[in-house]
């Protein structure tokens, strides 16, 4: 429910310098005030945006008084483009879930694996190959996977795919005008200057697609999906090449309806 205030542990489990717990919603400001005391004795609903201010975090039934810094990102120049709250504590783990528990009881709900990006990609923060990019800059494996997931984390790909979006469109907006006044002895669209922009399209798309593999290897991986018509063989190909059973196979068109996945290894 995106109307409820979330919050999470941000940062990696185990001991460390520091535990990040996080909170996104529209109620993150006032729990912010009835859970964290400030040095300085103010508010955190009355800071600007991007403050940070030490104190200590006292969340309801949690009988602890930790110290603390807080910091404040106001809606919407957050990740969430929410209200956010991140309280920064030891790294002790069992402390960071006593923590975590106050604040439930303070009124947030536990976050759902990925809720803070899936709240990004909902609001706009963040479009649908950025989203994915957060879980592969996190669990990259080495400096290239890190490097080719920043690059789409950043929206290189997506800038690419809109520019391209862009000339198809301009395209398709000579056509439909030679279209509307194809009774007039006026060419607007001459064929080969339409036939030289689609061309130009389809150069860039395929440079695009050349210069974006790195993009869809992070981890040494490659996804590929199986589509098709109803029955023509989807589920006996995915068996075949995983050597195994997987999916059910029968006669009766739409057998397999649910999502299928699984991990295939070609030479070693």
């Known amino acids: 429910d995106l109307e409820d205030t979330i919050v999470a542990v941000s940062s990696p489990a185990g001991p460390g310098q520091r535990a990040i717990l996080r909170l996104s919603g529209r109620e993150a400001l006032g729990m912010a005030d009835r859970v964290f005391a400030s040095a300085d004795g103010s508010r955190p609903s009355s800071w600007p945006t991007y403050a940070a201010r030490p104190g200590r975090l006292e969340p309801p039934g949690a009988r602890l008084s930790v110290p603390a810094v807080a910091y404040l990102m106001r809606r919407p120049k957050s990740y969430t483009r929410e209200d956010v709250v991140e309280f920064h504590v030891g790294a002790w783990p069992a402390l960071a879930g006593l923590l975590l528990g106050g604040l439930l009881r303070a009124g947030a709900r536990a976050a759902e694996p990925g809720e803070f990006t899936c709240r990004a990609l909902l609001s706009g923060r963040l479009d649908l190959a950025q989203a994915e990019a957060v879980m592969a800059v996190v669990s990259a494996s080495s400096e290239a996977a890190l490097r080719a997931a920043g690059d789409l984390l950043r929206g290189h790909l997506s800038k690419g795919i809109q520019n391209l979006l862009d000339q198809v469109r301009d395209v398709l907006v000579l056509v439909e005008v030679d279209l509307d006044f194809s009774d007039q002895d006026v060419e607007?669209?001459?064929p080969r200057e339409v036939a030289a922009r689609i061309s130009e399209v389809r150069s860039a798309l395929a440079d695009l697609g050349r210069r974006s593999r790195s993009l869809e290897t992070f981890?040494?991986?490659?996804?590929?999906?199986l589509a098709g018509w109803p029955n023509v063989g989807k589920s006996s190909l995915f068996n075949r090449l995983l050597?195994?059973?997987?999916?059910?196979?029968?006669p009766q068109a739409g057998t397999t309806r649910d999502e299928l996945r699984a991990a295939l290894h070609l030479d070693g």
Do not use: F, K, W
């Open 219 to 225: 981890g040494g991986e490659v996804r590929l999906v």
């Open 243 to 250: 050597e195994t059973d997987r999916a059910m196979v029968t």
């Open 188 to 190: 607007i669209a001459p």
